[in-house]
């Protein structure tokens, strides 16, 4: 029998202690301790890695503080449309969904799309069609609306940018961050799982899809290699195929986890802008959790260890 790893991220960015109060760094760490909790409560009594990683991202999903589910920051248009995604390194199954609205726990319907469709990634009105079939919850705008969030939007357009959840020199509030959610997980049998849930960038059009439903780019886990989560800007992720890119270097280059992360995260990433980083766990139980950016909310969880929690650098 192995031991069961976990880690989960809450977003890379600017994330500054100067800029940060104590009350405010309090309730990050407590959403991130809550959810680190819920994932380990399902692998220490033997549950799947794949059930880990679901729920410890529904927790930071209905957490306001993580730009995913209720606390999704919001589009051009005022609405707000999430991705997700989650995969199960035992048989390399997968599903994703972009562009929902109202979906109250986007990565469980990621998990229908996988495990009710003969899909891998529904969009849009396909996939909210697909939401009220398998019955998933739906919350109103009401539930979304976050005032930070709000406030986020009005700047963003008074600049034209389009904005990473808390951009420090473009918004007033609080530090650039990418506030995205993730989990990996390991469980007692050595599978590893994967998952990923966003409401993507501030401001953004024209059904723009980032990197967290792309399965190889935001999310990718398989049995063999590694199990990864990435945030941050989406576009350059996508471009550099990350989560599979350093699964690949582990696969065709016999590479370890650090050495893969280093150098897709520090070099790679860095040499075309990409700002971000990722949690990365393999099959042996190794966690690494690199960024290039200046903080990224994180927190790990070995059997037999003490919880990890970080922020800054
Ligand atoms: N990667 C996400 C996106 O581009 C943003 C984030 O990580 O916060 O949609």
């Not at 969009?123 to 406030?151: H, S």
């Not at 990350?242 to 040499?271: G, H, P, Q, R, T």
Request: hydrophobic letters at 40%.
């Amino acid at each position: 029998m192995n031991n069961y790893a976990l880690a989960i991220h809450g977003g890379a960015g600017t994330i500054l202690k100067s800029t940060m109060t104590p009350e405010k760094e309090l309730a990050y760490k407590t959403g991130l301790q809550d959810a680190i909790e819920a994932g380990e409560s399902i692998l220490k009594s033997g549950g799947s890695a794949f059930d880990a990683v679901e729920t410890a991202i529904i927790k930071l999903e209905n957490n306001p503080l993580f730009n995913a589910g209720k606390g999704a920051v919001f589009t051009n248009n005022g609405t707000h449309e999430m991705d997700a995604s989650i995969m199960n390194g035992k048989d390399l199954m997968a599903g994703a969904v972009a562009g929902v609205q109202g979906v109250k726990n986007p990565i469980a319907l990621a998990r229908a799309v996988m495990e009710q469709s003969e899909h891998v990634l529904l969009t849009g009105n396909g996939a909210m069609e697909f939401a009220k079939k398998v019955n998933a919850p739906f919350e109103n705008e009401e539930y979304f609306f976050v005032q930070l969030r709000y406030d986020q939007l009005q700047q963003a357009k008074q600049s034209n940018s389009m904005i990473l959840d808390h951009t420090e020199d473009k918004i007033e509030h609080g530090e650039k961050k990418f506030g995205t959610v993730g989990c990996v997980a390991l469980d007692l049998n050595g599978n590893l799982a994967a998952g990923t849930s966003t409401g993507g960038m501030t401001n953004k059009k024209f059904g723009r899809v980032g990197d967290s439903s792309i399965i190889g780019a935001g999310t990718y886990a398989n049995n063999n290699t590694c199990a990864i989560s990435c945030t941050g800007h989406g576009e350059l992720f996508i471009r550099s195929v990350v989560a599979y890119d350093i699964s690949c270097l582990m696969e065709y280059k016999n590479l370890s986890l650090k050495e893969a992360c280093d150098i897709v995260v520090m070099d790679k990433l860095v040499k075309i802008g990409g700002e971000g980083g990722l949690i990365a766990l393999d099959a042996k139980g190794n966690i690494v959790l690199p960024f290039n950016s200046d903080g990224m909310y994180r927190a790990s969880k070995k059997q037999n260890e003490d919880i990890f929690i970080g922020i800054y650098k």
